[in-house]
C-alpha cells in the first residue's frame, strides 16, 4: 500500500534536501578519518582515475528520461560492488549505481558525479567530494538532480555548475508541479512552484550563499537558453 503524502509536505521536505549542507563538526570528522565502509587506500586512485573529467567550466546537471541516449553526458558506466565501498552509501540498493563525471573543486578535493538509485529508478545525481590527501571519500554530498513524477505530483530538480574566481559554486533550480485533474477531473488547474538555491564549497564543506532569490532563476534560464543557442 502507497501512502501519498500532502503536495506542501513533500515540497517542504525537497526545499530542505536541496540545500542542507553538513555541519562544521561532521565536515571535519570526515576530513580527519578514514570511512570504515571503504576499501583498501592503495586502491583509491584506480578508482577515481575511472571518473572522466568534464570537459567544460559550466554544465547543467539534469536528469529525467533520458538515460540510455547516446547525447544524453549522465547516462555513466555501472560502478561494481568493489569500487561501490568507496561511496558512503548503501549497496542493499535494487537499483545500480552509475559513474558519470567529475570535476575539480580545489587542490585537494574533487567531486564525483554518480547517478544514484531513488524512488523508481536511478534518477538521483549526487556530487561525492574525495579527499586526495586522506584518500577517501567525504560523508557529505549534494544532490544536483532528480525528476520523478507520481498521481498528479511532479518535481524537477536541476543544477548549473559553474566557476567563480575558481571556486565552483552550484545554481539549483527545483521545479514542482501539481495537476488538480487527477484527483477531480473537472478542475484542470495545475499549481507550480519554483525554488531555488546557490551553493557554494568553501574548501571543507557546502555553504549555502542565498535561497529564492529572483535573480537566481533567470540566471538558471539565461545559462540554459545559452547552452541551447550554443548547441549544447
Known sequence: MKIFLPISVVFIVLVWQACKTPSADSAKSADSTTLAHTPERADFGAFVEKFEWALKDSLEVFSGSYFGQPDYPYTGTEIDSLDLRWLPVTSQLYDPFYRC?????????????????????????????????????????????????????????RTWIFNTKSKPQFLIWVHDADDRSVEDENDT??????????????????????????EYLLQFLTLSNKAKSAGQ
Open 101 to 157: 563525471l567529475k570535476i575539480r573543486l580545489d587542490s585537494v578535493h574533487d567531486g564525483l558525479l554518480v547517478r544514484t538509485p531513488s524512488e523508481y529508478e536511478s534518477s538521483s545525481i549526487k556530487l561525492f567530494v574525495t579527499n586526495n590527501t586522506g584518500r577517501f571519500v567525504q560523508e557529505q554530498f549534494i544532490e544536483l538532480a532528480e525528476s520523478f513524477g507520481d498521481a498528479g505530483y511532479s518535481m524537477d530538480k
Open 189 to 214: 488547474t495545475v499549481v507550480t512552484t519554483d525554488y531555488t538555491c546557490l551553493i557554494a564549497w568553501n574548501g571543507h564543506n557546502f555553504d549555502t550563499l542565498g535561497v529564492n532569490k529572483r
